[in-house]
């Protein structure tokens, strides 16, 4: 008698995956949240916000104790007791921060992955003796360009396809929308179609995998560091200079401006988040033009 499927996927590793999901969400939410005795003690009345006319984040405070104010815009929460601000929860602040967190841990491994993967693309094949072979195949260059710059980028995809579950915690709290979220994923796409791309043309000039790994990770930190070094020593020497300019060739500039709404309102300066992304397409076209045209030049 044979067995119902999803028995069978049950009990192997449909078991674990549940597994391991339970265990994720769990760390991800935490423990629940105990009532104390002072909450449980205070009367809670909801505020109308519209009525009051001072926003989202106004408390409404009488004789009668604290009162919970809970904003429809952005989901703000603020408790005050006695008349004095104890405790301030805002809930798109709590969105922001994870969704900001991830945005930053998903640049830093793009970062990381992506130079040693790109880098070793054809000094790898040239230490084991198998790119004579490959250039003789009948496959044109071009082919072998674009393989060897999609191979790292498609495997970076995938990972980066895995954070958007945690990413989308953040939609719960507020503080986040979906084109935010498309404007971040795009901007790691660009971070690591271009980053390939330098890997890839640094890997045609070099002739042995270690020392191409080492100056891919060498340009990558000196655009990271350097750019903000740049930036400080120009604005040292020009005194009265508005904007950012150095800057903008680092990677992590644009999930800095484009969640921090603030900072232009402050400054009074236009920012605009979408240059990095812009340059980074012009230096990985700049480097893939590179690669393919060494590739081409190359001797079977």
Not at 84 to 109: D, E, K, N
């Amino acid at each position: 008698m044979r067995t119902h499927w999803l028995r069978r996927v049950w009990s192997g590793p449909g078991a674990v995956f549940a597994l391991a999901a339970n265990l994720l969400c769990g760390a991800a939410l935490g423990p629940a949240p105990q009532e104390s005795d002072a909450l449980r003690e205070m009367r809670w009345e909801p505020v109308d916000l519209q009525a009051s006319g001072e926003g989202p984040s106004a408390l409404a405070r009488d004789a009668r104790g604290p009162r919970l104010a809970v904003g429809s815009e952005r989901g703000v929460v603020v408790v005050e007791v006695g008349g004095a601000a104890q405790m301030t929860v805002q809930g798109w602040q709590i969105g922001r921060a994870i969704f900001g967190a991830v945005a930053f841990a998903q640049m830093t491994l793009v970062l990381l992955l992506v130079p040693s993967v790109s880098a070793s693309a054809i000094t790898a094949e040239r230490d084991k003796a198998t790119l004579v072979p490959l250039l003789v195949t009948p496959m044109r260059r071009s082919r072998i360009a674009s393989g060897k710059l999609l191979a790292p980028i498609l495997y970076v995809f995938l990972l980066l396809s895995t954070s958007i579950p945690f990413a989308a915690l953040s939609f719960g709290f507020g503080g986040t929308d979906p084109a935010m979220l498309g404007a971040t994923y795009a901007c790691l796409a660009t971070t690591a179609l271009s980053v390939a791309a330098l890997g890839l043309a640094v890997s045609t000039i070099m002739r042995r995998t270690v020392p191409a790994v080492l100056l891919a990770y060498g340009i990558v930190a000196a655009v990271v560091v350097g750019s903000g070094i740049a930036e400080v020593f120009l604005h040292v020497l020009i005194s009265d200079l508005e904007g950012i300019y150095f800057v903008y060739l680092n990677p992590f500039t644009p999930l800095v401006l484009y969640s921090n709404d603030a900072w232009s309102a402050e400054t009074g300066v236009s920012l605009h988040w979408w240059i990095t992304p812009l340059l980074q397409l012009v230096l990985g076209a700049a480097c893939a033009s590179l690669a393919w045209h060494r590739i081409r030049k190359m001797r079977d």
